[in-house]
Nanobody, 122 residues
């Protein structure tokens, strides 16, 4: 059974940094395509960053240069390093995985974590 468990959310002031982690259970993360998504209250879920099994990454325009997605295959863990955080980054952040490349499209991912709250104050 595939399971994704996020950690590392929290509260930070604008300009600060947080790192989210997503540990995969039940499969080798190196064989999957994975991504980070977020959903703010009253808004639709949106793609933040995604990484292919060959290491190629893609980012939403609103996080380019500030966020970095990476994987540690030995730990079966996906990361999202978030720097220069802004109040508009406040949202529930989710990691997701699928056997096929989904890019930044939430509908194309089969497996989801439970979410980690990120709150950025001004």
């Amino acid at each position: 059974q595939v399971q994704l468990v996020e950690s590392g959310g929290g509260s930070v002031q604008a300009g600060g940094s947080l790192r989210l982690s997503c540990t995969a259970f039940g499969y080798a993360s190196s064989t999957y395509y994975m991504g980070w998504f977020r959903q703010a209250p009253g808004k639709e879920r949106e793609g933040v960053a995604a990484i292919a099994s060959d290491g190629i990454t893609t980012y939403a325009g609103f996080v380019k240069g500030r966020f970095t997605i990476s994987q540690d295959y030995a730990k079966n863990t996906l990361y999202l390093q978030m720097n220069s955080l802004k109040p508009e980054d406040t949202a529930m952040y989710y990691c997701a995985a699928d056997w096929n490349w989904g890019g930044l499209a939430p509908d194309l991912y089969r497996y989801w974590g439970q979410g980690a709250q990120v709150t950025v104050s001004s």
